[in-house]
DNA sequence: ATAATAGTGTCTGTGAGACATTATACC
DNA sequence: GGTATAATGTCTCACAGACACTATTAT
């Protein structure tokens, strides 16, 4: 027995995007075994001399066609065994959010991807242990949205509160007291910042446009209501 | 290029225990090249056939001899690409929080194992990233107390509301009003139950003595003091 | 008695949840 | 006018922080 067996390692990434108050998840059709034609996670083979970080960018870039704005975080690494049958391989997945990208894909790797609504895209019989890694990324991204300002990750440089807003019910699945949240968020010290421009693309008065602030941690939290 | 190349995976562990009102972390003395003679986290390779959460469970019990009553959950994974001077090595870490143990270590692979109090080694220059995993250890475990009953796991099974705080004391490395605490983790539902029996081993009047409760996830949290 | 720790009680301010009301756009 | 969304305000209750006080042991 080696001291240090040969192991593969990938990078897997769970990229979540909020669009028409739907949580989504970007997927992709597998074209070889093993599991040809089930849906997976994007990801791929980490390079010789490339970082784990640097090769979550790259996998990132190469489905999206997009890295600048969009927040990436590691998520947990997998590697049981038997998890791909054709060798011992051990996946550091990481968590991807990105505002509304301005086409689904295009070209190249990314030929075969579709964005599923994440809840449904768990009953799907995804290939290797993905549903367990994409179940962990949604959780990951449902609680980060209470204690950190991350739900301005979803949304485009300029925002109205009715806009961050839509981003928790969407992650969150539950409706929030629109007058409650306006309160919290616009008296979170650094959570949001005016830009003192105003817009009414959704009807209705128009509203303020905020920019997120510098804001790392949210402390009180936001905290979501209980499922019931 | 292969497309798989070959990674060598290990596991290393950042083992806290709470003695005498601090916050102490298992080291080891490394006994070969590369940074021979300095102090590191326990750690090793993962086998071919080992799951990671087993190979962390192997190395916990070969450094303290205890693997029953410990907490274990992962933390992060390492893989700058030149982080082993050896070889291409990805390191899973993994947070173990475990009660005062009976022996510091005994035999084995644990001959040159070390306690030390974990603020203090992270100016030890430790071998490899490991003043990076330790740090992240740290924070976790300071973040988890907060929102989690896993304070419960720095102490024996049956303990007293002064040792828990006394533990809280520790790892954040501030002291708390008992008044108040004593209000909070008596009146969280679930967090600790009492057993019935009583101890006066700290001196004073006897205090009743509590085991962890089934409560999960502690809400509203146990939030740490504003740091000055 | 003194010291030490355990446990209970009181007051107060912050902030979340539940609502009402007003403001400003489009039709 | 009606309808939509934005923004502010009010009331109440839960709870954290600050701090006083009583209880029970050992020396």
Known sequence: MPSHPPFAVTVDL???TVRAGRLLVLL????????????????????????????????????????A???????????????????????????????DLPEP????????????EATEAL?????????????????????KLEYTPLATAFCAPEFTVGQLRAVYEAVWGQALDARNF??????????????GHSTNVDGGRPAQLYR????????PPLVRPDSP
């Open 14 to 16: 769970v990229i979540l």
């Open 28 to 67: 992709v059709e597998r074209g070889e075994q093993p599991y040809a034609g089930r849906l997976a996670l994007p990801g791929g083979f980490v390079r010789p001399t490339e970082d784990l970080e640097s090769a979550a960018y790259r996998e990132l870039g190469e489905e999206t066609g997009v890295t």
């Open 69 to 99: 704005g969009v927040h990436l975080e590691q998520l947990a690494s997998y590697g049981a065994p038997q998890r791909d049958p054709r060798m011992r391989t051990v996946s550091v997945a990481w968590l991807a959010l990105a505002p």
């Open 105 to 116: 894909v295009a070209g190249g790797d990314a030929a075969h991807a579709v964005w599923v």
């Open 123 to 143: 009953g799907r019989n995804l290939a290797f242990d993905h549903a367990n890694i994409l179940a962990d990324g949604i959780e990951r991204a449902r609680a």
């Open 182 to 195: 306006h309160r919290k968020v616009t008296g979170a010290p650094g959570f949001i910042v005016p830009t």
């Open 212 to 219: 997120r602030g510098s804001l790392a941690v949210l402390n």
